[in-house]
């Protein structure tokens, strides 16, 4: 994945069996929020969507996860 120096672009580039695909968004308006400090950032599927969807991806926090020994 790449992006401009503006931010309202990026680009992926794929393989798909037989051959590379490349997929290019641009905004018309806003900036993409591209991980802070980072040259290289590595993504999940889900944090590759919301970066698309425009969310900032550093602001996002989960809920802990809860592990339960019995039910009542």
Do not use: C
């Not at 037989?18 to 929020?33: P, S, V």
Request: proline share 4%; aromatic share 12%.
């Amino acid at each position: 994945m790449f992006r401009n120096r503006r931010a309202d672009r990026i680009k992926l580039l794929g393989w798909d069996r037989n051959g590379y695909w490349l997929f290019l968004k641009r905004l018309e308006a806003d900036r993409f929020a591209w991980p802070r400090g980072a040259a290289v950032a590595t993504l999940s599927v889900e944090q590759l969507h919301w970066l698309l969807d425009g969310i900032d991806i550093s602001a996002v926090q989960r809920h802990p996860p809860r592990h339960y020994q019995r039910a009542v």
